[in-house]
């Protein structure tokens, strides 16, 4: 299983929120703050360790805690998320954790975090007063917690901890990928505008590496209409954890002309004769389908030897 550790440290709860929305996104995964029992952390294959801002304090309780226990994560991917005011600072604290926990190859993200003068304590009210009124700054709140800040930073971290470690040949995912497509006939497609969310189950043709579905019509096109992205799922029943098999693909959904030469093919591709379609009492409606990723959970990847699951991104 390719779960998460999230660590982390917060001050005045900035941080603790950043945390639990990334372990949200990014599961499986288990939240815990350094200051409580740290699960043994050599069973999660990625470890994110979030840490707020404080100048020569920043982190101090996470480095604390890896002074006093050395892991090996060099088979481990890690994140390492600052939070605070500046960006440099975020840098720099988070090289500095580098060299403690002893890895190389990290992923850095660093998170807008907010300071309001009332909530701090009256340590942090005082040096902060100093600090503003030696570099010419008005004491007041200072930065904000941006909700899509912290859900984007959880995309990109997804993305990163996601990338499978053993990948397999881009031939075998492409032809795993479309094995399963043809294999199967009906999908659900998720169509959405702002607060509008549909996901409708319905029938596809696959030919030439795009989607088609003939439609009647209905409230799918409310967010078709409107937002040409889509996500279609194809799946099979779920038996056990060594038969998975669950395709997930993004991509962009247009209408097809009903006069154009590709609405007309496929017609034929349905075997279904041109001539009477056109004589129907109602219009029927193509929607062409250009994958843009492909995520594939496919159990036959682990046979071979590869990720359990894969990725495909179409140029
Ligand atoms: C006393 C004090 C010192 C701070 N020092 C820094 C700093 O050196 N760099 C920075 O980017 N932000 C700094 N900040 C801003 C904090 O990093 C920011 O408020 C963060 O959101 C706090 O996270 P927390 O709520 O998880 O403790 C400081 C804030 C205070 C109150």
Redesign the pocket.
Known sequence: MNSTLILYE???????KVAHILSLILGPSKLCNIEENVPDINIYKNVVIAF????EK?GNNIIEFFKEHSYDFSKKRVCIVS????KA??IKYGLRLKDIIKKDDIYYYFIK???EINK?DDE?KI??EV?CNKVKIPFIN??R?EYKNVINAGVKIKEYLDRPKNEAPIEVIKNEIERFIKENNTCSIATGYEDFLRSTPIEYKYFQGNIYIISEGGLKFVGILQNKNISVSIYENYTDMNSLNGLQISGEVELLDEHSSEYEKVIKLKRLEFGKFNKLPISINILKIKPSKFEFLSSKFEEMGYDVKQNLINA
């Open positions: 917060s001050k005045y709860g900035t941080t603790q707020p801002l404080y100048e920043s939070v605070g005011l500046s600072d975020g975090g907010q300071l701090l942090d040096s902060l600090f200072m930065g917690f």
